[in-house]
């Protein structure tokens, strides 16, 4: 279950919410196709989230480069 009182700390604008082993990103397409990450532990998640999803670079997230390079490609 996502902590919705540790949401507003999310910087990735990815992000879409989190469940005990899985986040969820932006769409992939318009479809409604949706990504996800999972993780081993909830351990392992926070502290991808903590790593990642809550700091300013988000940016080297895996996910949110390959959300980036689409983007660009797109354009």
Do not use: W
């Amino acid at each position: 279950m996502a902590n919705k009182h540790e949401d507003h700390l999310v910087q990735c604008p990815y992000y879409k919410t989190n469940n005990v082993q899985a986040i969820y990103c932006g769409k992939l397409n318009e479809d409604g196709i949706a990504l996800r990450m999972e993780f081993d532990s909830h351990s392992s998640l926070l502290a991808h989230k903590g790593r990642f999803c809550r700091r300013s670079c988000y940016k080297e997230c895996p996910l949110a480069k390959f959300l980036n390079l689409k983007h660009e490609y797109e354009v």
